[in-house]
Nanobody, 120 residues
Framework: VQLQAFGGGLVQAGGSLRLSCAAS????????MGWYRQAPGKQRELVAD???????NYAESVLGRFFIARDNAKNTVNLQMHFLKSEDSAVYYC???????????????WGQGTLVTVSS
């Protein structure tokens, strides 16, 4: 399983940015996909995730500003971020939880991370 993330960059506070992640998952079934972030000196935290049925879950700090969506046929997940704040600056990681065909145990995979910097 390989996850490739795109879309990070530098943006001014109040601006918008879109992150995308594509998963190569031959031989696996993808369950939830999501985005996590890690700021310097802090633990990695969940930003948003979405189940294969489309149920979404957001961190309270991004509610109403960030929106997650996925394309199950393409195994892609996007994170649209609006009204960005300086505290949103972090490395953002794509995550996918999968099961190998014929197996029941879920495995967790991570993308390489993409840096989002919000200037105030």
């Amino acid at each position: 399983v390989q996850l490739q993330a795109f879309g990070g960059g530098l943006v001014q506070a109040g601006g918008s940015l879109r992150l995308s992640c594509a998963a190569s998952v031959i031989g696996f079934t993808v369950h939830s996909m999501g985005w996590y972030r890690q700021a310097p000196g802090k633990q990695r935290e969940l930003v948003a995730d979405i189940s294969d049925g489309g149920i979404t879950n957001y961190a309270e700090s991004v509610l109403g500003r960030f929106f997650i969506a996925r394309d199950n046929a393409k195994n892609t997940v996007n994170l649209q971020m609006h009204f960005l704040k300086s505290e949103d600056s972090a490395v953002y990681y794509c995550n996918a939880r999968v099961t190998r065909w014929g197996r029941s145990n879920q495995l967790s995979y991570w993308g390489q991370g993409t840096l989002v910097t919000v200037s105030s």
